[in-house]
């Protein structure tokens, strides 16, 4: 474990560390060690390669905190760019660009950020114009940049974030740098955990609060239903049990209005 005086840059901190490596699993025995930045009790955060900001983005994607298996394709991707002879920072951006969202969730985002006319407010045709990764108009993050396990399995909000002194620290830092540097972005939190953080951001005066999109649903397969009755695909009366369709009505015609006002 890194000192608590952390180096300013971290990818040129781990770099040497992570282009010398050669097992195929980074998160076990010494490299795991030599990659955590916090231990306290049941909680550890890791560094992984996810530093990369880019200033053209229009959109901010964030979820909760990369998982091991992001982590582990993303510091994959960071060694093979630098022994490719790219420097750290270059190797983030190669490592960030490996990660981005692909398949069925990338889709399901893409739907719903056009049903409720995302795409009028970032000026192109379909959403799906800003998610090709070379154009980088779309940046992916999470509320903690980092990886953050608990018992060493993947940190799903809890505790909460904003009363843990070491994660509220990664937010007033990292996603707080992160604000700073995209004002006028749409910021775009999947889920209440990740939406927490960036309400806390908007209330602490760093995020305008109408450039936030709150509501819409996670576009995991996991909320297939929630999805397809969002984008209208199915009818209420279709619904299980499990699915309530007044929120989603609520969520997405709020949606639809902010943007509105947003483009006049």
């Known amino acids: ?29 010494a490299m795991l060690a030599a990659l955590t930045l916090h231990a306290e009790g049941a909680l550890s955060v890791v560094w992984a390669p996810f530093d990369n900001v880019p ?33 750290p920072a270059a190797a983030s951006r190669i490592a960030k660009l490996k990660g981005s969202f692909s398949g069925a ?11 409720i006319g995302a795409q009028r407010m970032l000026g192109v045709a379909s959403c799906s114009a800003v998610f090709e990764p070379a154009r980088e108009l779309v940046h992916f993050t999470s509320a903690l940049r980092y990886p953050v396990f608990i018992g060493g399995a993947n940190y799903n909000g809890a505790p909460d974030m904003l009363k843990t002194p ?13 604000a700073r540097r995209l004002p006028n972005a749409l910021w775009l939190p999947l889920g209440p955990k990740a939406g927490v953080a960036v309400q806390y951001l908007a ?24 999805i397809a009755y969002f984008l209208q695909r199915k009818a209420a009366s279709a619904l299980s049990a499990k699915t309530s369709p007044g929120p989603l009505d609520a969520a997405r015609e709020a949606l639809r209005t902010q943007l509105v006002q947003l483009t006049h």
Do not use: W
């Open 105 to 115: 969730m990338r889709t399901n985002l893409i739907d719903m950020l056009d049903h």
């Open 55 to 87: 200033a053209s983005a229009r959109l901010v994607v964030v979820g909760i905190t990369p998982g091991a298996t992001q982590a582990e394709k993303a510091l994959d991707a960071f060694r093979t760019a630098l022994r490719n002879g790219n420097d």
């Open 1 to 29: 474990m890194i000192s608590n005086t952390q180096p300013q840059n971290l990818a040129s901190h781990f770099a040497p560390i992570v282009a010398e490596y050669r097992s195929a699993n980074f998160l076990e025995g």
């Open 203 to 226: 209330r602490s005066g760093l995020l305008d609060a109408r450039r936030v999109l709150a509501g819409l649903p996670h576009p995991s397969g996991a909320n297939a239903e929630r």
């Open 166 to 178: 070491y994660l509220l620290r990664m937010v007033d830092t990292s996603l707080a740098e992160e």
